[in-house]
């Protein structure tokens, strides 16, 4: 295989990828800011040499942008498979929302992708080009939502009087408030267990349909 732009196959990535991927994924779960990473260091904790890493990226950001965005299509291509199994949208949503507080541990690591995707940085650049490309497309959180509710608007659980995009956003915007609470250590003084039914019934009573609410 020659050099990687992160649009492989996961399942058909080098072993030693994978495993600077996770190195890379270990560092920003750790706090760690992408200048602060080194080359170096992520092929020791990958337990391979330097110039194996060379092999593949022509640069550490090229390493760091292909590990977030290997990371992102676990992370959702497994969503979406799971939530496929579940029986109704307000199946789907607890799904979530328990999603979210269990992956509480990886608080630094999503504060620092927020960053990351507002930050005007080459790096971040560099990656948002990575995200849009027409290979990954399908991996972006709002397109696996779409996915998500569109087929909740098909079996008559979701309103079909709004854009699609919307709700989707309405969606996103409400799971971004619940990570905050979540992630945020009581900084703005909201208990999960608290929020957590508001945001749910928050939720529900934007995009559901009449007929199902109260329910």
């Known amino acids: 295989m020659g050099k990687i732009n992160g649009m492989e196959d996961i399942r058909q990535l080098p072993p030693k990828v994978c495993r600077m991927y996770k190195a890379v994924i270990q560092m920003l779960e750790e706090g760690m800011d992408v200048s602060d990473i080194r080359v170096s260091t992520i092929t020791e904790r990958a337990g391979i040499g330097k110039g194996t890493a060379y092999e593949y990226f022509d640069s550490k ?7 977030i965005l290997y990371q992102m299509k676990e992370i959702f291509g497994w969503l979406e498979t799971v939530l496929e199994e579940q029986g109704s949208f307000r199946e789907q949503l607890s799904f979530l929302l328990t999603e979210v507080e269990k992956r509480e541990q990886h608080k630094n690591c999503f504060l620092r992708f927020l960053h990351m995707m507002t ?15 027409e290979a990954f497309l399908s991996y972006l959180p709002m397109n696996v939502f779409a996915r998500v509710m569109r087929r909740g608007m098909e079996n008559g659980e979701l309103r079909s009087d709004l854009p699609l ?4 956003h309405c969606l996103f915007s409400h799971l971004l408030i619940y990570m905050t609470a979540v992630t945020s250590g009581g900084f703005f003084h909201t208990e999960p267990a608290v929020v957590r039914p508001l945001i749910y019934q928050g939720i529900l009573n934007e995009l559901e349909k009449k007929s199902l609410r109260g329910r």
């Not at 950001?61 to 590990?67: H, K, R, T």
């Not at 930050?119 to 490309?133: A, P």
């Not at 995009?165 to 989707?168: I, K, P, T």
């Open 61 to 67: 950001e090229e390493i760091v942008a292909c590990a």
């Open 119 to 133: 930050d005007n940085s080459e790096f971040n650049r560099t990656l948002q080009k990575k995200m849009h490309m």
């Open 165 to 168: 995009d919307y709700m989707v």
